[in-house]
């Protein structure tokens, strides 16, 4: 086995250290939560009445029966409406699932659904600032479903941007059930990505109309599954796989496939087996060299930048207290050696093709980038998944087979010796005005550094209008966009600006974005300095940020500055604000006004939830 390079075993170190009593407290917790026998022998009868009343009488049969040679239960957690295409597929998964609980020896009930919202359609709209923190609601939608004390494992079936997340941290804090994730699959190939953002830059430009702009957009989102880019939806599939939550093989195939309904079937049977063996639970695989898997993977893919937030996130609710620098640290030794849309012309369905994460993952490995020693729901080793699950030859089941050992198109998908870049493009920008996150795998190399003056908007409306105006024509400027940050408007994706600056950097001006908001997963060639903390909306120095300051920012450098003097720029007033509660309401954001007034900081997950203190443990910077 390849030896771990050295920066990978000195953040992975470090991160254990850091982690060390938050960890040791979760692992504790987890431990008190195990029990002998099904767990539903330990409610009272009129509890266990309850739980079952529902059920057909042979299931009522075995549901009563709680000695330690019971069946065991199997929870499913979906996040199925027809609305979504990424989630319209779940519609017939429980049954399905069900049928293969049975088969192998246990008893399954769907739980409880969570919600799933679509950041495509709320883009640019009030429902979007309530996006980030639907993350929060499917953790505790996904805790509620698991909190009748009936199952034994689970099976948690979501795909897109929030709804994995929120999937992974709800059954984290129940993380001594063995945990199996169901994704659902890409739709096939529509209009190429790339020329789906050319008809967007000329409906940006007034060149093309609104009817084109439809036909466009429709016939690149046009069936059941994920859309094909690879943003945050599909960084999840990949993720979950790196962390052994999925078969081998299974995050990128179809939707209403006969592979995918066997990988769903296995699915179901080895989270059976886990519960029948006494497998080990989610939480206890999620340690910290699995979240170093992740965040490598991240970087070598050039996955979405909404997983700075996520894995932050995801690693506290299991007591690792992961922070950017530990990314950024990894950033220059990992090669990006993958190029799917926004970072090239392909999509996911090119990159499976290509060999996809099996072959990612074996490259990685080989190039002792990964750590092998983890544990996944196949048991010890992530080398089971240099393997993919193909149809046997009767079509009916799947078995495991070597996945490609090389890339079979490199312009998609390459080895680790021979990468689109030497660093995964994905890095932290300090300076005057905090710390920000930058991917830079889309953008060229004559754009990462731009100094420019800085044109201030307190809302994304007004940018756009300065654009349509023609305001911002022929200059060179950063856009400083404030108030954008979890505590101000629940940080709003501002995916709706990349075509206006696309279309100025086209024509040769030299642009960029500073916000304490984020970008779409799928951005990408103009520099954005995103989820900039401190935010605006508490006191950050961003509020303090004036039209025609010269701001820098150097994505080669890792600086984020402010050309204005230190003290003047110290004592210069706040402007402009967030919106008070009277005005964030209607779409119904008022409803989350809580969560706005407790909502952690960008760089510790953007989360309302405090696993960890940072009080407790210090955390390296």
């Not at 859309?227 to 599939?237: E, K, L, P, R």
């Not at 937030?309 to 620098?325: E, K, M, N, P």
């Not at 990314?327 to 990992?334: A, C, G, R």
Request: hydrophobic share 45%.
């Amino acid at each position: 086995m390849t030896a771990v390079a050295p920066t990978v075993a000195d953040v992975t170190a470090r991160l254990v250290e850091r982690s060390a009593a938050t960890r040791a407290d979760y692992l504790a917790r987890i431990a008190a939560a195990r029990a002998t026998g099904p767990a539903r022998g330990r409610l009272a009868c009129s509890n266990l009445a309850h739980g079952f009343a529902a059920s057909t009488a042979p299931e009522k049969a075995e549901l009563k029966m709680v000695s330690p040679a019971a069946k065991p239960n199997v929870a499913i957690v979906t996040s199925y409406n027809d609305m979504l295409s990424a989630h319209a597929p779940y519609e017939t998964y429980p049954p399905l699932l069900k049928a293969a609980v049975m088969r192998a020896g246990g008893l399954a009930q769907v739980a409880g659904g969570v919600p799933a919202m679509c950041d495509g359609i709320t883009q640019g709209r009030d429902g979007m600032q309530v996006s980030l923190f639907s993350r929060d609601v499917i953790a505790m939608s996904a805790g509620i479903a698991l909190s009748h004390d009936m199952f034994d494992a689970a099976l948690m079936l979501g795909v897109c941007d929030k709804i994995v997340p929120g999937l992974l941290i709800g059954a984290l804090s129940f993380g001594h059930l063995p945990t199996v994730f169901v994704p659902a699959g890409p739709m096939s190939s529509g209009l190429p990505n790339k020329e789906k953002a050319r008809v967007r830059q000329r409906y940006a430009a007034g060149e093309a109309t609104r009817e084109e702009l439809l036909e466009a957009e429709a016939a690149s989102y046009h069936s059941r599954g994920t859309c094909t880019f690879y943003g945050t939806a599909n960084s999840n599939q990949l993720l979950m796989e790196v962390l052994g939550l999925h078969m081998p093989g299974s995050s990128f195939a179809s939707p209403d496939t006969l592979l995918r309904a066997a990988l769903n079937r296995a699915a179901a049977e080895r989270a059976t087996e886990l519960a029948l063996t006494g497998g080990p639970g989610v939480g206890e695989m999620i340690d910290e060299k699995s979240i170093i898997n992740a965040c490598v993977a991240l970087l070598a893919s050039g996955g979405s930048t909404n997983h700075t937030l996520h894995l932050v996130a995801i690693a506290r609710a299991a007591g690792i207290q992961l922070t950017w620098s530990d990314i950024s640290d990894l950033s220059p030794v990992v090669p990006l050696l993958s190029r799917m849309y926004p970072n090239g012309s392909a999509d996911v369905n090119h990159f499976h093709a290509a060999g996809g994460v099996s072959f990612l993952i074996r490259t990685l490995l080989e190039a002792g980038l990964l750590h092998e020693d983890v544990t996944t729901i196949l048991g010890r080793g992530l080398s089971t998944y240099t393997q993919e699950m193909r149809l046997t030859r009767d079509g009916g089941e799947v078995e495991l087979v070597e996945g490609a050992p090389v890339s079979g198109d490199l312009d998609v998908l390459r080895p680790a010796d021979d990468p689109f870049s030497p660093d995964g493009g994905l890095r932290m920008l300090t300076g005057e005005l905090g710390t920000a996150v930058i991917k830079t795998s889309a953008v060229a190399p004559e754009h990462r550094l731009v100094s420019a003056p800085a044109m201030v908007f307190d809302d994304q409306a007004d940018f756009l209008t300065a654009f349509s105006e023609g305001r911002l024509d022929g200059r060179d400027f950063v856009a400083v966009l404030r108030y954008q940050g979890p505590a101000a408007n629940g940080m709003p994706e501002l995916h709706k600006l990349t075509p206006a600056l696309g279309v100025m950097q086209d024509r040769g001006q030299q642009v960029a974005i500073v916000t304490d908001g984020r970008m779409s997963g799928a951005s990408g060639k103009v520099p954005a300095a995103i989820h900039l903390t401190p935010e605006a909306a508490l006191g950050g120095p961003l509020a303090r940020v004036q039209d025609g300051d010269l701001i820098t920012v150097d994505a080669v450098a890792g600086t984020l500055s402010i050309g204005v003097d230190a003290d003047e720029f110290a004592h210069r007033p706040t402007t402009g604000r967030a919106p008070l509660d009277a005005e964030w309401r209607g779409t119904g954001r008022e409803l989350f006004s809580a969560f706005r007034a407790t909502v952690g900081s960008a760089d510790t997950g953007a989360s309302v939830f405090q696993f960890a203190s940072p009080q407790e443990t210090p955390v390296h910077v």
